[in-house]
């Protein structure tokens, strides 16, 4: 349970109480983690641009506008600057994470999901 590394998630897409439980979320896995937030896909790529990510966990549909995340993930993974950054799509719909992972994401997980083991293990994949 000890991340000595240092790891950075950006949080792309959610409100602030969804930001908080995923921040307490990954607080409560990883001692030494930093979260950072973005709220469209021209901030997410800018960051992308000048910050090197552990794991981008996008919303799948954003809190701001209620666009379609995959978008963002799709012009993530299109970018080889950071096509290689793992992306993790926040849905419970099994259908949209499987959309998501044909577009090159890792199989995420949904918000009634975060206290599952499963979701646990996921993320220890990516951030352990």
């Given at each position: 349970?000890?991340?000595?590394?240092?790891?950075?998630v950006l949080d792309?897409?959610?409100?602030?109480?969804?930001?908080?439980?995923?921040?307490?979320?990954?607080?409560?896995l990883f001692s030494?983690?930093?979260?950072?937030?973005?709220?469209?896909?021209?901030?997410?790529?800018?960051?992308?641009?000048?910050?090197?990510?552990?794991?981008?966990?996008?919303?799948?549909?954003?809190?701001?506008?209620?666009s379609d995340g995959?978008?963002?993930?799709?012009?993530?993974?299109?970018?080889?600057?950071?096509?290689?950054?793992?992306?993790?799509?926040?849905?419970?719909?099994?259908?949209?994470?499987?959309?998501?992972?044909?577009?090159?994401?890792?199989?995420?997980?949904?918000?009634?999901?975060?206290?599952?083991?499963?979701?646990?293990?996921?993320?220890?994949?990516?951030?352990?």
């Amino acid at each position: 349970m000890t991340n000595t590394i240092g790891k950075r998630v950006l949080d792309v897409g959610n409100c602030g109480p969804d930001h908080q439980a995923i921040t307490q979320l990954l607080n409560s896995l990883f001692s030494d983690i930093e979260i950072a937030r973005s709220d469209t896909q021209g901030q997410t790529l800018q960051m992308l641009r000048e910050n090197s990510f552990d794991l981008v966990l996008i919303n799948r549909k954003l809190d701001i506008d209620y666009s379609d995340g995959i978008e963002i993930l799709k012009a993530i993974k299109a970018d080889a600057d950071f096509a290689s950054t793992p992306v993790m799509l926040i849905t419970n719909y099994d259908e949209h994470q499987q959309a998501a992972v044909q577009a090159g994401a890792l199989h995420g997980f949904g918000k009634l999901e975060f206290q599952m083991s499963e979701t646990k293990e996921k993320l220890e994949a990516v951030l352990a």
